[in-house]
Every structure is written in C-alpha cells, then in structure tokens.
C-alpha cells in the first residue's frame, strides 16, 4: 500500500516536471520569435535607412551634374501687307503663314528655349489689317511662330501702340491662347511687376524687355504701366528684383540704335555698360531692321568675382518686306549655357545660322520664305535644291558674305 502511495506521487512529480517543461518551451520558443522579429524589424528599418540614404546620396550625385542648354534667337518678326497678301487663303478666307519657315523650322525647333521680338500687333480683324506705319497682322503668324518652337517674344518695341491700348490688350490675349509667353507690354500694373520667369531644364532664367519709345504715339495717361520704356531706374528695379528670386540667368530684350545702321551707337554701348555692371547676363538687342557686332564680355562683380556676359546689338529682321539693303539678312543665334554644379553660369559656345528672306516676287505663290543661306548653297552646288536659280545663288553668296563681314566668321 505504502509502495502504491509512492509510486503515484512520483509520478504526479514526473507529470508536473512535465507540464513545467512544456511552459518553459513555449516560453523560449516565444522569447525566440520575439527576438526573431525584433531582429527582422530592426534589420528592415536598418535596410529602409540605408536605401533612403542612398537614394539622397544618388540625388545629391544628379543634383550637382553640369546642366546645359541652348537658348535660340530670332530678330523682328514683322508683317507688311505684302506678308500678309501672301499668306492669306481665297479658298477659305483665312491666313497661313508656315511655308515661310518650312527651311529652318527644325533647327528652331531643336532649341531648349527660343526668344524672339514680336514687332507688329494682333488687334484683331475689326481694327484693319495694315502693315507700316501702324501695324496689325493676322493672329496666323503668332500660331506659326509657336509651331516653329518660338516660346517666348518681346513685345516692347516702337510699335507696341500701333493700334492703340486695346490693341495691346489683344496682343496679349492672343499670345496667351497660342501659349507663347511675352514680356514689355501689360495690361496692368500687376503684370507689370510680376517678372516672366522661367526655368529651362534647371536653369531659371528672367525676361525682361524695354524700348525707346512708341513712335511719338502717347503712352496712355494712367497706363503707364502698359508698356516698358527704356528708363534706368525702371531697368534696375526689375534687374534688382529679378536678382532678389534667385535666378540663374537675366536676359534683356532691349528695342534701340539707330535703323538702318551695321554698327551700334555711343547710346547703345553706355546702356549695355549699364545692364552689364547690374550683372544682366544676355542682350539680345532689336530696331535696326539690319544685323550688328555681338560680343562676349568677362563681367567682375562686386564681390570680386567674374562671369560671362553676351551682347547682341541688333538680331535684324525675322520676317518682313523690307527691301533695304541689309534688311532682308538676318542669322538664328545658338547660345550653349552651362549651369556647373557650383551654380556657375557659364556661355560656352556662341554660333548662328546665316538666314536670308528671299522674295520670289509679286504675284508669286508662296512669295516669302526664310532661307538657311549655307544650306541653301550647298544643296545649289549639289544639284539636290531647283528652287533658287543662279541669280539667288549669286545672292546669297554676297549675303553670306555681309553677314560675316558684321558677326564674324
């Protein structure tokens, strides 16, 4: 009886060993996940750190990449009757003026940012279409010029009033629908403070553009604001402002000279002085309806240091009727711009392409369009290109010729 007792309390002891020994299994199996995933989840915040670290790495690698781009400029895009007679439709009462850039469209096109100066107005067919002295072309050109690639166009310049405040007004809308940006010209004093600003892959760059005047037309007595004169303490408050939003570029558009003139005058030389030494970068200069010099300058900042300034005193006509001498050549600026990781801006390459507006005379289909002049004469001498004959050949030739004469070869 008494070995009966004994043996069941062994092995009630050998049960309850047991059962404590499965507890404290569970327990170190559980310890065990526990610690697992502690250690699972340390290791996925510790990957989650290292891969955000990395990738801010990467971006800091790409973030102080060089950036380069290239800014084209045309001269004035202009619009006599004889443009317009040109382009306009019978079939179906409407304008079209694209087979006058058919020859360099591309190479417009190819441009990161392109600029030009808008030298009539789009006043709408209510008010007349009229070519000089008081301009208003068809809304066609400024839809040609945005599928050409032009983005941005001044529209300060000596016509600006031609038709009046309203024609301003409409000028602006028009642009607006077409999507070409502009500057110079406003329909408020808001607008005229708000600096058109726009970045080109990564380099931020400001607009600003000014004329001499309006031909003798009165700017409007309480819309002042309408229209940018040339006016220093006007320049230098934009200039300051455009400084004070951290811009990598300013570039001017500045409506000056003297017509007619190959080389630019005392006054144009003083105001770019001018601009240079409130570190203005580019110049792209218009009015004489003919070509003069550019020059690249080092330009010494306040601080000490230095940097790249371009001028271009006039860019000639774009488009137009004119038949003067000189009138009717003009180049495609290509300026390359470098923005290093430092945040240097740099203008590494100045090139152009010789252009030419050929005339195929009155009463001619498709009577205008802008020629790539070496192009044109290499496809001449080739036999690929009939449409010019010797006499145009022979042309271009003595164009090419002045052009280089006033750039520079």
Same mark, same amino acid.
């Given at each position: ?23 404290? $299994?569970?327990?170190?199996?559980? *310890?065990? !996940? ?6 699972? @989840?340390?290791? +996925? %915040?510790?990957? &989650? ?122 000028? $602006?809308?028009?642009?607006?629908? *077409?999507? !070409? ?6 329909? @408020?004093?808001? +607008? %005229?403070?708000? &600096? ?214």
């Amino acid at each position: 009886m008494k070995q009966e007792k004994k043996t069941n309390k062994n092995k009630q002891q050998k049960v309850k060993l047991l059962k404590l020994t499965s507890i404290v $299994l569970v327990l170190m199996l559980a *310890i065990s !996940i526990a610690i697992g995933m502690s250690k699972q @989840s340390n290791q +996925e %915040q510790t990957d &989650l750190v290292s891969s955000s670290i990395e990738k801010e790495n990467i971006v800091a690698v790409e973030e102080k990449k060089s950036v380069t781009i290239h800014l084209m400029a045309i001269g004035d895009a202009m619009c006599h009757s004889q443009n317009f007679k040109d382009a306009y439709q019978a079939s179906t009462k409407t304008y079209d003026f694209s087979h006058v850039f058919t020859n360099i469209r591309d190479k417009i096109a190819s441009a990161d940012i392109a600029i030009g100066n808008l030298e009539t107005t789009f006043a709408g067919a209510e008010k007349g279409y009229s070519g000089f002295p008081t301009f208003n072309t068809p809304d066609a050109l400024g839809y040609a010029l945005k599928d050409m690639g032009v983005d941005v166009l001044s529209t300060a310049n000596n016509h600006s009033l031609d038709k009046g405040y309203s024609g301003i007004v409409r000028t $602006l809308d028009v642009l607006d629908e *077409i999507g !070409i940006s502009h500057m110079g010209t406003y329909r @408020s004093s808001e +607008e %005229q403070n708000e &600096l058109l600003i726009k970045d080109v892959n990564g380099i931020k760059f400001a607009f600003l553009s000014f004329t001499y005047g309006t031909n003798g037309i009165p700017v409007p007595k309480g819309k002042e604001y309408c229209i940018n004169l040339i006016d220093e303490t006007l320049m230098k408050k934009q200039i300051d402002q455009a400084k004070a939003e951290n811009v990598d570029v300013i570039c001017v558009s500045m409506h000056w000279g003297d017509e007619y003139k190959i080389k630019q005058n005392a006054t144009q030389e003083r105001l770019a002085d001018f601009l240079f030494e409130n570190e203005v970068d580019i110049i792209l200069g218009s009015h004489p309806h003919v070509l003069e010099p550019m020059e690249k300058r080092t330009i010494r900042l306040a601080d000490g240091t230095t940097k790249d300034g371009f001028v271009i005193y006039s860019l000639g006509n774009f488009i137009s009727a004119q038949k003067q001498e000189n009138t009717r050549n003009t180049i495609l600026l290509d300026l390359q711009i470098t923005k290093n990781p430092e945040g240097k801006i740099s203008i590494d390459k100045v090139e152009y392409t010789p252009l030419y507006v050929y005339d195929k005379g009155a009463g001619k289909p498709q009577r205008y369009k802008i020629l790539d002049i070496r192009q044109t004469i290499a496809n001449y001498e080739n036999g690929t290109d009939t449409s010019i004959g010797a006499a145009t050949y022979k042309t271009l030739q003595t164009e090419l010729a002045k052009i280089e004469s006033i750039m520079g070869n």
